[in-house]
């Protein structure tokens, strides 16, 4: 689909199918999607761990409202691997590459007809004890992804965005 109606259509999905599987074709493009994404200095950091069991549903669903999505891809980085930027220390990109990768997966999803909501209502230390991270990977999201359910509709929020002349400048 031409991408500007892409990103028109998708909206975050509050109200997945739970007894709607995903194919396990379209779960390995949606994952394509992730590793084909740029970052910083190529050094691909992420890691994402597929959450599909009933086990590690149930663990995220207590970390943060997961909406019965039947997959919830949680998307950390790795700081052994991270880029940092030698003219800003302490700056690392792992949230950017992290970001990329879980906002390719989003749209490649929405492609497929599946639909997915970002999920940041977590707290990162009870992530990394839940699913016992080793120290070096650092959660930066969760995608949720799944069927949507009859009731699914988008928040009376989505189409409430600012005009391009609120955020954009040029200077
Ligand atoms: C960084 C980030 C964090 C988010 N965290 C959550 C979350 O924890 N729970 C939730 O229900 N939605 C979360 N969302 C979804 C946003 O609320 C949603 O994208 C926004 O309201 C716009 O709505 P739309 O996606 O339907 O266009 C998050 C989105 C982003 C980009």
């Given at each position: ?50 959450l ?42 792992g ?7 879980a ?44 069927y ?16 391009l002349?609120?955020t954009?400048?040029?200077?």
């Open positions: 689909m031409e991408f500007l109606k892409l990103a028109e259509q998708r909206y975050s999905e509050r109200a997945f199918d739970k007894a709607h599987p995903i194919e396990e074709e379209k779960l390995s493009k949606i994952l394509e999607a992730g590793r084909l994404a740029p970052t910083a200095c190529n050094f691909q950091p992420q890691k994402v761990y597929v599909k069991s009933n086990d590690a549903l149930w663990k995220a669903a207590k970390l943060t409202h997961t909406y019965d999505a039947p997959i919830v891809l949680l998307v950390c980085y790795d700081l052994n691997t991270v880029w940092k930027n030698a003219r800003e220390e302490g700056y690392n990109a949230e950017q590459d992290a970001s990329i990768v906002t390719s997966m989003m749209f490649e999803a929405e492609d497929l007809g599946i639909h997915s909501i970002w999920l940041r209502g977590f707290n990162s230390k009870l992530v990394s004890e839940s699913f016992e991270l080793p120290e070096n990977i650092k959660p930066a999201m969760m995608l949720a992804i799944g949507p359910s009859e009731s699914s509709a988008p928040s009376p929020r989505h189409s409430d965005r600012k005009p002349t609120d954009v400048e040029e200077l």
